[in-house]
């Protein structure tokens, strides 16, 4: 880790190096939160969680090569070098950020309300095509998490692909404080975390706060589509790069043209879309190998960061060619003659919907099995009565459904479509018993639900069954 001496790491983080018995200019070579992770020459950061306290393994961690600890209270015995802090979560961030000024690397920072994960793949996939690419893993994207992939980073790496996810003011402010981008792209305005954020324009404040934080000359990539993001003019004295869904802009927006945009859209059911993408004067086509339309979007803020960062059409169409997708994230499972939509990991009014356009695109019959959505605040009931509405809409055939504010998911299919089969339950494993029999050899079937439900369980049962 370049420049990562404890001497260095104690100062960035404003500690006190204490045993260190003249190795406080030895680097180490990784920083951890799990005693379970450490190897040789890694330095242990003590984090209180709520389940269990790191102080607790700092004994273990010396016995298994480490070679410092990052602490809030002096180890007796003192078994080796330790920094002394007054919060670990807090040193953790500071070194985060001490660490990403090290590197000469360019990061890509992403936020937004849908699809942050989703289209960091994207970029990832296009990028890798010129560059050595790290990016974040997993649901590593807040203030403990955005820290440890940083951390991961090592001088072969040429990019860094950082998801920022936040559910309050300020705190991607923290965020975009340790990662610097080079890059900022926000994929869209929601309805996620209304419980703090209030409106779509807190989200709005909320996600720009990363403008502050920006290296010098740094880009902005925005969809051109969204009618709060379209409202943008400047950044850093420079108009975003803005892309979208044909040459037309909202009727709100500022900017004076889409930079990247798509146009003669297939779209091919569960095979994925086919689409040409517009870049300056140039175009060219792209098959996306993953279903739902809105992957479109993903696939033009890859284009518009590869475009960026110097790659030509050619690279770019195949980063978007190979993408993969990865679990909970409309991962296509195809096992006993069914399709199973696995979109678990999470889920707001937006994304439901477009998880239902993907069901509807499917041959045989269509089963969604759903659950409830978190951090709608007030208007929790209204936004799953509303997506009730849109499966209605859909032509969706069975719905099989779990909790309590999903009641309101299937009042409005009563109410809008009789003819669509419906099986409600209070609670997810009543369901899951009744869901295995009934599927059958030709069914498509979605997944969804916010993450606290843990739908993976219904998913994981299906596919065993």
Known sequence: MKGMTLDAMAKACHGILIGANEMQYLTADGIVIDSRKVHDN?????????????????????????????????????????????STKQALKDLAAFYRSQLDVKVVGITGSVGKTSTKEMIASVLAQKYRVHKTEGNYN????????????????QVAVLEMGISDFHEMERLAAIARPDIGVI???GQSHLEDLHSRDGILKAKTEMFGYLREGAYVVLNGDDDKLCTISRVQDKEPVFYGIGQQKPQPAVYSQKAVYAADIQ??????????????????????????????????????????????????????????????????????????????????????????????????????????????????????????????????????????????????????????????????????RELLPYLQPGDAVLVKASHFMEYSVVVEAIITM
């Open 267 to 432: 779209n091919n059911g569960l095979a994925g879309i086919d689409l040409a993408i517009h870049m300056g004067e140039t175009a060219f086509t792209a098959s996306i190998p993953i279903p739902g339309e809105h992957n479109i979007y993903n696939a033009l803020a890859a284009a518009a960061v590869g475009k960026v960062l110097g790659l030509t059409n050619e690279e770019i169409q195949s980063g978007i060619e190979h993408v993969q997708t990865i679990g909970g994230r409309t991962n296509l499972i195809r096992m006993n003659g069914m399709t199973v939509i696995d979109d678990c990991y999470n889920a707001n009014p937006v994304s439901m919907k477009a998880s239902l356009d993907v069901l509807a695109t499917a041959a045989g019959r269509t089963v969604a099995v759903l659950g409830d959505m978190g951090g709608l605040g007030d208007d929790a009931r209204a936004l799953h009565y509303e997506v009730g509405e849109y499966l209605a809409k859909k032509g969706i055939q069975v719905l099989f459904s779990a909790g309590e504010l999903s009641g309101q998911i299937v009042k409005a299919v009563r109410e809008n479509n009789p003819s669509c089969e419906i099986h409600e339950f209070a609670q997810r494993n009543d369901m899951i």
């Open 142 to 157: 807040n203030e403990v998490g955005l820290p440890l992939t940083i951390f991961k980073i090592r001088e072969e790496h």
């Open 42 to 86: 890694y330095v242990f950061v003590a984090i209180r969680g709520e389940r269990t306290d790191g102080h607790n393994y700092i004994g273990q961690v010396f016995a298994d090569g480490a070679l410092a600890v990052v602490c809030e209270q002096r180890p007796e015995p003192l078994a080796g070098p330790c920094i002394l802090v007054s």
């Open 187 to 189: 994929t869209n305005i």
